[in-house]
C-alpha cells in the first residue's frame, strides 16, 4: 500500500467512464489487452461497454456532466479504495478527477494523474 492506502502493483484496476462513448470503449478495449482489470462505470443502465466482455465489473455512478454530484461521489468512492485509477477518457472526468484529488489531498501520481494545476492549465 502506498501513502493513499492504495494498492501498489501491476493489477491495480482501472475504472472507465464515459463507456458508452467511443474514448470509453478504446480505454476498455485497449486496458483489458493488456491485463489490466476494467471496471465500467455510468449513469446508463444500457451504456455500451457495460456490455464489453473486456469488462471485468460495471458500475453505476452520477452522470460526469452532473460536476457537483460526480466530484462529491469520486470523492466517497476514491477516499473508500473502490475507486483506484481512473481512465481519462473526457474533459470531464479529467476536471472531476482533479478537484476530487485535492478534495482529499492524495498524491495524483498515486492515482496515475500529474499535478492537479498541471491538469487544470491543460484545461483551460
Known amino acids: 500500500m502506498n501513502s493513499a492506502g492504495r494498492r501498489a502493483g501491476p493489477k491495480r484496476t482501472v475504472t472507465v467512464f464515459d463507456v458508452d462513448l467511443p474514448p470509453g ?17 455510468s449513469s446508463k443502465r444500457f451504456a455500451t461497454g457495460r456490455f464489453s466482455r473486456y469488462v471485468t465489473g460495471s458500475r453505476t455512478g452520477p452522470s460526469v456532466h452532473d460536476s457537483d454530484r460526480f466530484i ?53
Not at 25 to 41: D, H, N, Q
Open 25 to 41: 470503449i478504446a480505454f476498455i478495449r485497449s486496458l483489458a489487452r493488456a491485463g489490466v482489470p476494467v471496471v465500467a462505470c
Open 72 to 124: 462529491a461521489w469520486l470523492v466517497d468512492e476514491m477516499a473508500s479504495g473502490a475507486i483506484d485509477l481512473v481512465a481519462p477518457t473526457s474533459d470531464y472526468v479529467t476536471f472531476c478527477v482533479a478537484e476530487a484529488i485535492e478534495k482529499l489531498d492524495f498524491d495524483p501520481h498515486d492515482l496515475g494523474f500529474p499535478a492537479v494545476d498541471a491538469l487544470r492549465t491543460c484545461l483551460f
